[in-house]
């Protein structure tokens, strides 16, 4: 076990694959841990970043391959208890674990993804309500499958209330829709990724959390606190294929921010952020982890976690983690 995870330690160094000092320190200093065997089966479970770590933009990293080889057995089944993080959030679970399938060239099952809108299932107190979502793909279906059950996008936002969307001359509309009376209240916002037109989704955005979610009746007085707002995804900049960094979720978020701030002179309250770095979103990756333990046949706990990711983002959940587990006492550590 000690030979194997050098090998991958080896293998995600050597081409071109960032681990973090951090961890690349703790593997180094700490690799008599990995031999920690309960019932002759490992005690640790792995965590994988993804954009960066395995594939950058389309392409796989050559070392992905070879390092993920090494932990799955002749049967080509994981061996060691592995969850991927990714703050992607304009696809379904599923779609991510064939495309992680095809591009490692083993068996992932859609359990062992978490995608960054994935923790909203616990979110169960807004799933009965009207809710705005943004972002691409199929947020409608994504949002379903989460369990919400009454959704609007922007784009229905947009169409019952046209005259609202003046930044783009040629798609301005001056006549108002017939409908904007029989639009419901909205009572939940939820940014699930960058969406495609800025200007249209950070207008409308800013209109319903001013009007408390009712942009047909405008309030003489701004409601503040607003309507509950939940973001996906923080991520100012994200690697694609481009030599250098791109924008992402979080420099839309940051857009936002400073409008709503600049217009109202209040802070955009969020009611909660998630994806990485939320801790909310790693306690979740660590249940998905003990469920494919059990899954692969490992019942007892996992002593500890091993995070592999692309930048600071881990380093700083391992810290907090590091710093509860001596307050609390936990047992297991990243």
């Not at 065997?37 to 770590?53: E, T, Y």
């Amino acid at each position: 076990m000690v030979a194997l995870i050098r090998n991958v330690y080896r293998q995600l160094k050597r081409k071109h694959c960032i681990v973090i000092k951090y961890c690349a320190e703790m593997l180094r200093s700490e690799t008599r841990h990995y031999c920690d065997l309960m019932d002759g089966k490992p005690a640790f479970g792995l965590l994988f970043d993804i954009d960066g770590v395995i594939v950058r933009g389309k392409k796989v990293l050559p070392s992905a391959l070879a390092s993920f080889k090494r932990l799955i057995d002749s049967e080509g089944k994981f061996r060691v208890p592995t969850v991927f993080v990714t703050n992607a959030g304009n696809v379904m679970r599923h779609e991510k674990a064939e495309q992680l399938s095809s591009w490692l060239e083993i068996e992932v099952d859609e359990e062992q993804v978490v995608m960054a809108h994935s923790p909203l299932r616990m979110f169960q107190q807004y799933h009965n309500k009207c809710v705005l979502i943004s972002g691409q793909g199929p947020i409608v279906e994504i949002a379903k499958n989460i369990g919400f059950k009454k959704i609007i996008t922007i784009d229905q936002m947009r169409n019952t209330f046209p005259v609202l969307d003046a930044v783009d001359h040629k798609r301005r509309i001056s006549v108002p829709c017939t409908f904007e009376q029989y639009f419901p209240r909205i009572e939940v916002i939820i940014l699930f990724g960058e969406p495609v037109r800025w200007e249209t989704a950070l207008q409308l955005l800013v209109d319903t959390l001013m009007t408390d979610g009712v942009p047909a009746h405008p309030t003489p007085h701004l409601v503040y606190p607003h309507i509950p707002l939940l973001a996906c995804n923080m991520d100012l900049q994200w690697m694609a294929e481009a030599r250098m960094p791109r924008f992402g979720h979080g420099a839309f978020l940051l857009c936002l921010e400073n409008l709503y701030k600049k217009i109202t002179g209040h802070n955009l309250i969020y009611t909660a952020l998630i994806g990485k770095p939320s801790e909310i979103t790693y306690h979740h990756a660590h249940h998905m982890v003990v469920r494919h333990a059990k899954n692969i046949g490992i019942e007892h706990c996992m002593k500890r976690l091993y995070a592999i990711g692309a930048d600071s983002k881990w380093k700083l959940w391992v810290r907090v983690r590091e710093d509860r587990s001596k307050v609390n006492g936990k047992a297991w550590t990243m």
